[in-house]
Nanobody, 123 residues
């Protein structure tokens, strides 16, 4: 079992930065592949970024590539999402998710989810 909790969301102006954190508990977290998804009102939940349990592999959605960076610190049981050059279209609830599988970038492949944190980017 893995329990996840996101923090770090808030209101920021376009062009600004935020860093989201996902704190995990559960003895299997260090072997879980972890991802960030986001969901805007009226839209489906979409993949943002993923990192393999070892930290050696990452994957990004084209819409955030070059602006967002995912990282993890297994000693602290925490995954981060550094978001730079934010745009109004990045506004959404951001969710952290964990899975035993790598290479699957859709919500249905992830077994464990946090409660989400709101990110709002003003123009």
């Amino acid at each position: 079992q893995v329990q996840l909790g996101e923090s770090g969301g808030g209101l920021v102006q376009a062009g600004g930065s935020l860093r989201l954190s996902c704190a995990a508990s559960g003895r299997t977290f260090t072997t879980a592949n972890t991802a960030w998804f986001r969901q805007a009102p009226g839209k489906e939940r979409e993949f943002v970024a993923a990192i393999r349990w070892s930290g050696g592999w990452t994957k990004y959605a084209d819409s955030v590539k070059g602006r967002f960076t995912i990282s993890r610190d297994n000693d602290k049981n925490t995954v981060y999402l550094q978001m730079n050059s934010l745009k109004p279209e990045d506004s959404a609830v951001y969710y952290c998710a964990a899975s035993g599988y790598w290479g699957r970038y859709y919500a249905g492949a992830y077994d464990y989810w946090g409660q989400g944190t709101q990110v709002t980017v003003s123009s």
